[in-house]
Protein backbone atom coordinates (compact mmCIF):
# COMPACT_ATOMS: atom_id res chain seq x y z
CA UNK A 1 0.00 0.00 0.00
CA UNK A 2 3.14 2.28 -0.14
CA UNK A 3 4.40 3.57 -3.69
CA UNK A 4 7.93 3.83 -2.83
CA UNK A 5 8.21 0.47 -1.69
CA UNK A 6 6.00 -0.85 -5.10
CA UNK A 7 9.29 0.73 -6.90
CA UNK A 8 11.81 -0.36 -4.42
CA UNK A 9 10.36 -3.81 -5.41
CA UNK A 10 10.37 -3.19 -9.24
CA UNK A 11 13.94 -1.98 -8.76
CA UNK A 12 14.87 -5.39 -7.19
CA UNK A 13 12.97 -7.34 -10.13
CA UNK A 14 14.78 -5.46 -12.41
CA UNK A 15 17.51 -6.54 -11.22
CA UNK A 16 17.01 -9.71 -11.24
CA UNK A 17 15.44 -10.14 -15.18
CA UNK A 18 18.84 -8.59 -15.95
CA UNK A 19 20.26 -11.78 -15.42
CA UNK A 20 17.98 -14.42 -15.43
CA UNK A 21 16.10 -13.24 -19.51
CA UNK A 22 20.00 -13.01 -21.18
CA UNK A 23 20.83 -16.05 -19.06
CA UNK A 24 17.97 -18.61 -20.01
CA UNK A 25 18.27 -17.27 -23.84
CA UNK A 26 22.19 -18.23 -23.97
CA UNK A 27 21.29 -21.22 -22.34
CA UNK A 28 19.10 -22.19 -25.83
CA UNK A 29 21.55 -20.73 -28.26
CA UNK A 30 24.65 -22.95 -27.11
CA UNK A 31 22.84 -25.89 -26.18
CA UNK A 32 21.47 -26.26 -29.46
CA UNK A 33 22.97 -25.32 -32.64
CA UNK A 34 22.26 -22.43 -35.14
CA UNK A 35 19.73 -24.00 -37.91
CA UNK A 36 16.66 -25.66 -37.01
CA UNK A 37 16.79 -27.18 -33.71
CA UNK A 38 17.68 -23.64 -32.50
CA UNK A 39 14.49 -22.29 -33.88
CA UNK A 40 12.52 -25.32 -32.94
CA UNK A 41 14.20 -24.67 -29.06
CA UNK A 42 13.22 -20.83 -29.08
CA UNK A 43 9.78 -21.39 -31.00
CA UNK A 44 9.25 -23.80 -27.80
CA UNK A 45 10.44 -20.90 -25.39
CA UNK A 46 8.42 -18.85 -26.72
CA UNK A 47 5.45 -21.23 -26.17
CA UNK A 48 6.17 -21.21 -22.62
CA UNK A 49 6.33 -17.52 -22.21
CA UNK A 50 3.11 -17.13 -23.80
CA UNK A 51 1.32 -19.89 -21.85
CA UNK A 52 2.95 -18.11 -18.88
CA UNK A 53 1.56 -14.76 -19.72
CA UNK A 54 -2.02 -16.09 -20.64
CA UNK A 55 -2.00 -18.17 -17.43
CA UNK A 56 -0.97 -15.26 -15.58
CA UNK A 57 -3.43 -12.62 -16.80
CA UNK A 58 -5.95 -14.65 -16.26
CA UNK A 59 -5.18 -15.69 -12.99
CA UNK A 60 -3.98 -12.53 -11.72
CA UNK A 61 -7.47 -11.08 -13.09
CA UNK A 62 -9.32 -13.45 -10.42
CA UNK A 63 -6.90 -12.81 -7.72
CA UNK A 64 -7.27 -9.11 -7.78
CA UNK A 65 -10.88 -9.45 -7.67
CA UNK A 66 -10.59 -11.33 -4.48
CA UNK A 67 -7.30 -9.34 -2.41
CA UNK A 68 -4.84 -7.77 -4.79
CA UNK A 69 -1.87 -8.76 -2.36
CA UNK A 70 -2.79 -11.84 -3.73
CA UNK A 71 -0.91 -11.19 -6.86
CA UNK A 72 2.08 -10.69 -5.01
CA UNK A 73 2.20 -13.65 -3.06
CA UNK A 74 1.47 -16.05 -6.12
CA UNK A 75 4.84 -15.59 -8.12
CA UNK A 76 7.02 -16.64 -5.11
CA UNK A 77 5.48 -20.26 -5.61
CA UNK A 78 6.60 -19.99 -9.11
CA UNK A 79 9.77 -18.83 -8.73
CA UNK A 80 10.48 -21.37 -6.17
CA UNK A 81 9.69 -23.95 -8.42
CA UNK A 82 11.72 -22.26 -10.83
CA UNK A 83 15.01 -22.76 -8.92
CA UNK A 84 14.45 -26.25 -8.52
CA UNK A 85 14.19 -26.85 -11.28
CA UNK A 86 17.15 -24.88 -12.54
CA UNK A 87 19.42 -27.18 -10.38
CA UNK A 88 17.67 -30.28 -11.85
CA UNK A 89 17.54 -29.51 -15.13
CA UNK A 90 20.14 -26.98 -16.62
CA UNK A 91 23.69 -28.28 -16.53
CA UNK A 92 26.88 -26.77 -14.91
CA UNK A 93 29.05 -25.23 -16.73
CA UNK A 94 32.14 -27.26 -17.19
CA UNK A 95 34.39 -24.28 -18.03
CA UNK A 96 33.71 -21.00 -16.49
CA UNK A 97 36.05 -17.66 -17.86
CA UNK A 98 37.02 -14.93 -15.46
CA UNK A 99 36.15 -11.58 -15.91
CA UNK A 100 35.50 -8.31 -14.39
CA UNK A 101 31.86 -6.51 -14.24
CA UNK A 102 31.71 -3.36 -16.05
CA UNK A 103 29.99 -1.42 -13.20
CA UNK A 104 31.19 1.94 -14.18
CA UNK A 105 28.94 0.97 -17.43
CA UNK A 106 25.91 -0.44 -15.96
CA UNK A 107 25.65 2.53 -13.23
CA UNK A 108 25.57 4.84 -16.58
CA UNK A 109 23.27 3.28 -18.63
CA UNK A 110 20.94 2.22 -15.96
CA UNK A 111 21.33 6.11 -14.52
CA UNK A 112 20.55 7.66 -18.01
CA UNK A 113 17.32 5.61 -18.88
CA UNK A 114 15.85 6.23 -15.74
CA UNK A 115 16.75 10.01 -15.48
CA UNK A 116 14.88 9.69 -19.24
CA UNK A 117 12.09 8.11 -18.35
CA UNK A 118 11.76 10.21 -15.30
CA UNK A 119 11.86 13.71 -17.91
CA UNK A 120 9.48 11.82 -20.46
CA UNK A 121 6.69 10.81 -17.50
CA UNK A 122 6.90 14.08 -15.72
CA UNK A 123 7.72 17.09 -17.98
CA UNK A 124 4.35 16.87 -19.55
CA UNK A 125 2.45 17.23 -16.11
CA UNK A 126 4.43 20.03 -14.99
CA UNK A 127 6.58 21.64 -17.83
CA UNK A 128 10.56 21.86 -17.79
CA UNK A 129 10.60 22.90 -13.88
CA UNK A 130 14.60 23.39 -12.90
CA UNK A 131 13.93 19.62 -11.67
CA UNK A 132 13.08 18.37 -14.82
CA UNK A 133 15.75 20.33 -16.72
CA UNK A 134 18.30 18.56 -14.42
CA UNK A 135 17.04 15.33 -15.18
CA UNK A 136 16.91 15.53 -18.71
CA UNK A 137 21.01 16.86 -18.86
CA UNK A 138 21.80 14.32 -16.75
CA UNK A 139 20.13 11.83 -19.40
CA UNK A 140 21.98 13.36 -21.88
CA UNK A 141 25.43 13.16 -20.11
CA UNK A 142 24.90 10.10 -18.61
CA UNK A 143 24.09 8.29 -21.61
CA UNK A 144 27.06 9.97 -23.74
CA UNK A 145 29.20 9.14 -20.80
CA UNK A 146 28.31 5.64 -21.16
CA UNK A 147 29.11 4.88 -24.93
CA UNK A 148 32.43 6.46 -24.22
CA UNK A 149 33.34 4.34 -21.41
CA UNK A 150 32.31 1.06 -23.27
CA UNK A 151 35.20 1.90 -25.92
CA UNK A 152 37.88 2.48 -23.10
CA UNK A 153 37.23 -0.29 -20.58
CA UNK A 154 38.63 -3.82 -21.13
CA UNK A 155 35.16 -5.59 -20.69
CA UNK A 156 32.72 -3.52 -21.55
CA UNK A 157 29.26 -4.08 -20.31
CA UNK A 158 28.69 -3.75 -23.85
CA UNK A 159 30.68 -4.59 -26.85
CA UNK A 160 29.32 -1.52 -29.02
CA UNK A 161 31.11 -3.10 -31.95
CA UNK A 162 28.83 -5.95 -31.97
CA UNK A 163 26.13 -3.23 -33.65
CA UNK A 164 28.37 -3.81 -37.02
CA UNK A 165 26.50 -6.65 -37.48
CA UNK A 166 23.13 -5.70 -39.17
CA UNK A 167 21.24 -8.16 -38.65
CA UNK A 168 21.97 -7.86 -34.95
CA UNK A 169 20.54 -3.97 -35.20
CA UNK A 170 17.70 -4.88 -37.13
CA UNK A 171 16.57 -7.49 -34.79
CA UNK A 172 17.22 -5.19 -31.65
CA UNK A 173 14.76 -2.44 -33.80
CA UNK A 174 12.68 -5.08 -34.27
CA UNK A 175 12.28 -5.83 -30.51
CA UNK A 176 12.22 -2.67 -29.14
CA UNK A 177 9.10 -1.82 -31.88
CA UNK A 178 7.37 -5.03 -30.84
CA UNK A 179 7.35 -4.40 -26.74
CA UNK A 180 7.16 -0.62 -27.14
CA UNK A 181 4.32 -0.89 -28.49
CA UNK A 182 2.67 -4.22 -27.14
CA UNK A 183 3.34 -3.43 -23.74
CA UNK A 184 2.09 0.53 -24.25
CA UNK A 185 -0.91 -0.74 -26.05
CA UNK A 186 -1.65 -3.21 -23.47
CA UNK A 187 -1.74 -0.99 -20.80
CA UNK A 188 -4.11 1.82 -22.76
CA UNK A 189 -6.41 -0.57 -22.91
CA UNK A 190 -6.67 -2.00 -19.45
CA UNK A 191 -6.94 1.60 -18.16
CA UNK A 192 -9.66 1.86 -20.97
CA UNK A 193 -11.75 -1.01 -20.71
CA UNK A 194 -11.32 -0.65 -16.35
CA UNK A 195 -11.42 3.09 -16.04
CA UNK A 196 -13.94 4.28 -18.95
CA UNK A 197 -15.83 0.94 -19.36
CA UNK A 198 -15.79 -0.06 -15.85
CA UNK A 199 -14.75 -3.49 -16.50
CA UNK A 200 -13.94 -5.83 -13.58
CA UNK A 201 -10.23 -7.04 -13.13
CA UNK A 202 -11.01 -10.79 -14.11
CA UNK A 203 -13.48 -9.61 -17.01
CA UNK A 204 -10.27 -7.64 -18.38
CA UNK A 205 -8.11 -10.47 -18.10
CA UNK A 206 -10.05 -12.64 -19.83
CA UNK A 207 -10.43 -10.09 -22.95
CA UNK A 208 -7.11 -9.94 -23.11
CA UNK A 209 -6.40 -13.90 -23.03
CA UNK A 210 -7.05 -14.77 -26.65
CA UNK A 211 -3.44 -13.30 -27.87
CA UNK A 212 -1.83 -15.28 -25.33
CA UNK A 213 -3.23 -18.83 -25.93
CA UNK A 214 -3.23 -17.84 -30.00
CA UNK A 215 0.77 -17.40 -29.31
CA UNK A 216 0.77 -20.11 -27.65
CA UNK A 217 -0.83 -22.42 -30.18
CA UNK A 218 1.23 -20.84 -33.14
CA UNK A 219 4.62 -20.51 -31.45
CA UNK A 220 5.38 -24.52 -32.07
CA UNK A 221 5.35 -23.30 -36.05
CA UNK A 222 7.47 -20.56 -36.12
CA UNK A 223 10.55 -22.54 -35.92
CA UNK A 224 9.49 -24.27 -39.30
CA UNK A 225 8.29 -20.82 -40.81
CA UNK A 226 11.62 -19.54 -39.97
CA UNK A 227 13.47 -22.60 -41.27
CA UNK A 228 11.55 -22.00 -44.93
CA UNK A 229 11.17 -18.58 -45.48
CA UNK A 230 13.70 -16.48 -42.73
CA UNK A 231 13.74 -14.29 -40.30
CA UNK A 232 13.20 -11.29 -42.15
CA UNK A 233 10.13 -12.29 -43.67
CA UNK A 234 8.74 -13.46 -40.71
CA UNK A 235 9.38 -10.15 -38.70
CA UNK A 236 7.49 -8.15 -41.55
CA UNK A 237 4.35 -10.61 -41.50
CA UNK A 238 4.95 -10.00 -37.63
CA UNK A 239 4.86 -6.47 -38.04
CA UNK A 240 1.80 -6.00 -40.21
CA UNK A 241 -0.02 -7.92 -37.86
CA UNK A 242 0.55 -5.82 -34.96
CA UNK A 243 -0.01 -2.81 -37.14
CA UNK A 244 -3.55 -4.16 -38.12
CA UNK A 245 -4.29 -5.04 -34.74
CA UNK A 246 -3.45 -1.50 -33.26
CA UNK A 247 -5.31 0.11 -36.46
CA UNK A 248 -8.40 -1.88 -36.06
CA UNK A 249 -8.84 -0.71 -32.17
CA UNK A 250 -8.43 3.01 -33.25
CA UNK A 251 -11.21 2.41 -35.79
CA UNK A 252 -13.68 -0.12 -33.57
CA UNK A 253 -12.51 -0.06 -29.91
CA UNK A 254 -14.34 3.48 -29.24
CA UNK A 255 -17.37 2.42 -30.67
CA UNK A 256 -20.81 3.95 -28.32
CA UNK A 257 -22.16 0.19 -27.89
CA UNK A 258 -18.61 -2.20 -28.44
CA UNK A 259 -19.42 -5.60 -29.27
CA UNK A 260 -15.85 -7.69 -27.88
CA UNK A 261 -16.33 -10.69 -30.64
CA UNK A 262 -16.60 -7.41 -33.37
CA UNK A 263 -14.68 -4.77 -31.77
CA UNK A 264 -12.26 -6.13 -29.38
CA UNK A 265 -11.42 -9.88 -29.97
CA UNK A 266 -9.74 -9.37 -33.84
CA UNK A 267 -7.81 -6.62 -32.40
CA UNK A 268 -6.66 -9.03 -29.75
CA UNK A 269 -6.27 -12.20 -32.01
CA UNK A 270 -4.13 -10.00 -34.53
CA UNK A 271 -1.32 -8.79 -31.66
CA UNK A 272 -1.23 -12.83 -30.55
CA UNK A 273 -0.49 -13.51 -34.34
CA UNK A 274 2.53 -11.03 -34.00
CA UNK A 275 3.80 -11.78 -31.37
CA UNK A 276 4.04 -15.52 -32.32
CA UNK A 277 5.70 -14.76 -35.23
CA UNK A 278 8.16 -12.22 -33.99
CA UNK A 279 9.02 -13.14 -31.34
CA UNK A 280 11.18 -16.12 -31.90
CA UNK A 281 12.09 -14.20 -35.49
CA UNK A 282 14.01 -11.62 -33.30
CA UNK A 283 15.24 -14.14 -31.39
CA UNK A 284 16.84 -16.35 -33.84
CA UNK A 285 18.15 -12.72 -36.12
CA UNK A 286 19.92 -11.70 -32.75
CA UNK A 287 21.89 -14.61 -32.05
CA UNK A 288 23.09 -16.28 -35.62
CA UNK A 289 26.45 -16.04 -36.34
CA UNK A 290 26.90 -15.31 -33.06
CA UNK A 291 29.96 -17.27 -31.55
CA UNK A 292 29.01 -19.13 -28.30
CA UNK A 293 30.89 -17.03 -26.20
CA UNK A 294 28.93 -13.71 -27.01
CA UNK A 295 25.77 -15.14 -27.54
CA UNK A 296 25.08 -13.84 -23.51
CA UNK A 297 25.57 -10.47 -24.93
CA UNK A 298 24.06 -10.77 -28.45
CA UNK A 299 21.03 -12.42 -26.18
CA UNK A 300 21.01 -9.48 -23.36
CA UNK A 301 21.09 -7.13 -25.97
CA UNK A 302 17.83 -7.81 -27.84
CA UNK A 303 16.08 -8.17 -24.05
CA UNK A 304 17.52 -5.11 -23.23
CA UNK A 305 16.39 -2.88 -25.97
CA UNK A 306 12.53 -4.84 -25.73
CA UNK A 307 13.19 -3.30 -22.40
CA UNK A 308 13.73 0.19 -23.20
CA UNK A 309 11.57 0.05 -25.90
CA UNK A 310 8.90 -0.74 -23.33
CA UNK A 311 9.80 1.85 -20.93
CA UNK A 312 10.25 4.93 -23.26
CA UNK A 313 6.77 4.43 -25.33
CA UNK A 314 4.89 3.80 -22.36
CA UNK A 315 6.27 6.79 -20.57
CA UNK A 316 5.18 8.79 -23.86
CA UNK A 317 2.16 7.37 -23.97
CA UNK A 318 1.59 7.94 -20.82
CA UNK A 319 1.98 11.63 -20.93
CA UNK A 320 0.22 11.69 -24.15
CA UNK A 321 -3.01 10.08 -22.73
CA UNK A 322 -2.80 11.70 -18.81
CA UNK A 323 -2.93 15.62 -20.54
CA UNK A 324 -6.14 17.55 -22.00
CA UNK A 325 -9.81 17.39 -21.30
CA UNK A 326 -10.78 14.41 -23.58
CA UNK A 327 -13.18 11.80 -22.18
CA UNK A 328 -14.08 8.13 -22.99
CA UNK A 329 -11.90 6.81 -26.20
CA UNK A 330 -10.39 10.36 -27.23
CA UNK A 331 -8.64 10.60 -24.20
CA UNK A 332 -6.40 7.48 -25.54
CA UNK A 333 -6.25 8.16 -28.79
CA UNK A 334 -3.14 9.90 -28.85
CA UNK A 335 -1.36 6.95 -27.46
CA UNK A 336 -3.01 4.57 -29.71
CA UNK A 337 -2.25 7.04 -32.40
CA UNK A 338 2.11 6.33 -30.66
CA UNK A 339 1.56 2.72 -30.38
CA UNK A 340 0.46 2.30 -34.31
CA UNK A 341 3.56 4.63 -35.60
CA UNK A 342 6.04 2.55 -33.45
CA UNK A 343 4.68 -0.80 -35.09
CA UNK A 344 4.44 1.05 -38.49
CA UNK A 345 8.42 2.01 -37.90
CA UNK A 346 9.46 -1.36 -37.04
CA UNK A 347 7.46 -2.76 -40.24
CA UNK A 348 9.60 -0.19 -42.36
CA UNK A 349 13.25 -1.02 -41.18
CA UNK A 350 12.85 -4.47 -41.56
CA UNK A 351 11.14 -4.28 -44.86
CA UNK A 352 13.75 -2.11 -45.67
CA UNK A 353 16.24 -4.90 -45.43
CA UNK A 354 14.04 -6.99 -47.57
CA UNK A 355 13.64 -4.44 -50.46
CA UNK A 356 17.31 -4.10 -50.58
CA UNK A 357 17.12 -7.28 -52.51
CA UNK A 358 20.66 -8.86 -50.94
CA UNK A 359 21.05 -10.96 -48.09
CA UNK A 360 23.65 -9.67 -45.41
CA UNK A 361 25.27 -12.58 -44.46
CA UNK A 362 26.27 -12.08 -40.26
CA UNK A 363 29.53 -10.81 -39.74
CA UNK A 364 31.67 -11.77 -36.01
CA UNK A 365 33.32 -8.75 -35.57
Not at 47 to 74: E, K, M, N, P, Q
Not at 100 to 119: I, K, N
Not at 190 to 213: D, F, I, K
Request: charged residues 10%.
Amino acid sequence: DDGALLIASRIVKGVAAAFTAPAALSIITTTFKEGHDRNKALSIFTVFGATGYASGLIVSGFLTGVDWRLTFYAPVAVVAAVIVAAFLVVPRDRERERGSVDFVGAALLTGGMLAAVYTIVTAPETGFTPLVTATAAAAVVLLGAFFVAENRVRHPLVRLSILKVKSIVRANLAALAIFGSYLSFQTIVSLYLQNTLEWGPLRMALALAPAGVIVAFLSPLAGRLIDRFGTTPMIIASMTSFVLGYVWFILRGGSPEPAYLTDYLPSFLLLGVGFALGFSSVMVQATEGIDDDEQGLASGLVQTSGQIGGAIVLAIATGLISGGAATGIAQYRPGLYLVTTVAVIGLLASATALLSRRRVLPETA
